[in-house]
């Protein structure tokens, strides 16, 4: 009788132990699903405003454009100096939007894993400059001095010419944005063992230690001073890191309240992940892509 009543002891507590068990991977899992949800909740709400404001960024420059044209048609010809004025304004317009519609359309191939690379024969000066003289009117109107350096003899390389545009396009566009006026950006270049090294410094308002993990972060806009003055709302870095680590890069921050940020990106070359048997460095011609098809 003893001995059943032990082994009928035992079953129940081992019930009992296993009931706990399971009682506790409920709990457990009943507060990873409510943490899930709000995951998800602050996704939503971080997508609602994110497009919301990103329809602004659209909508607002294509007015101002219609406006500034439709103006432009009434003026008398002995108005030079006014048509010449809003002239530049429909062109500063028109390139904010032209950057902002070029980021959405990442963003778009980003999220749904359709990013595609085309490789060829690049110059990083020439690619750098491009992007410079196009931010040229933007950095004038504030009197910042945009210059950059090559800092190895080599500056040729085997990568996504209009991907590594948008990253430097990117990074200039932070930097001139919050830099304080009169102050000068800085872009270094370099390849060396056969990896892109490119570095854009400013000595803006920096970005604070506890911001600076978010700066990538989705549909992040973070919370500065300078933020009120500006247009933009976090998908431009956002971009830019999704496309390097696409370019099997990497992209790091350096930063100090008050003082500057430096933002540097390296990336391989393409030949380093194979598939150049068919390049010909005479041709500046596409070569291949992200899966390595020839053309």
Known sequence: MDEKRDVLHNE?????????????????????????????EESERMKSHFISNIRNEIVNPFASIIGLALHIQTCDVNQLDTIKRMASMIYSEAFSLDFQLKNIFAAAE????????????????????????SYASEAAKRSIKVEHLAVTASQEAISDPDKLKLIVSNLLNNCIKYSSDG???????????????????????????????????????????????????????????????????????????????????????????????????????IIFDNNGQTF
């Not at 129940?12 to 709000?38: C, D, G, Y």
């Not at 056969?194 to 230690?209: C, K, L, M, Q």
Request: hydrophobic share 40%; aromatic share 6%; glycine share 8%.
């Open 183 to 285: 102050s000068s950006v800085r872009i270094t270049s370099a390849i060396a063992d056969g990896v892109i090294a490119i570095t854009v410094t400013d000595s803006g308002i920096g970005i604070s230690e506890e911001d600076q993990p978010h700066i990538f972060d989705r549909f992040k806009r973070l919370n500065t001073d300078i933020n009120t003055q500006n247009s933009g709302y976090g998908l431009g870095l956002t971009v830019t890191k999704a496309i390097v680590e696409a370019l099997s890069g990497s992209i790091s921050l350096s930063s100090n309240k008050g003082v500057g940020s430096t933002f540097k990106v390296e990336i391989p070359e393409a030949m380093l992940f194979g598939g150049m048997d068919d390049f010909n460095a005479d041709t500046n011609e």
């Open 12 to 40: 129940l507590r081992k019930e009992f132990e296993e009931s706990k068990m399971a009682f506790n991977s409920l709990q457990e899992l009943n507060v990873q699903l409510r943490e899930l949800n709000r995951k998800l």
């Open 110 to 133: 980003i999220e749904a894993g359709e990013i595609k690379l085309s490789y060829m024969k690049v110059s990083l000066p020439e690619i750098i400059l491009s992007v410079v003289e």
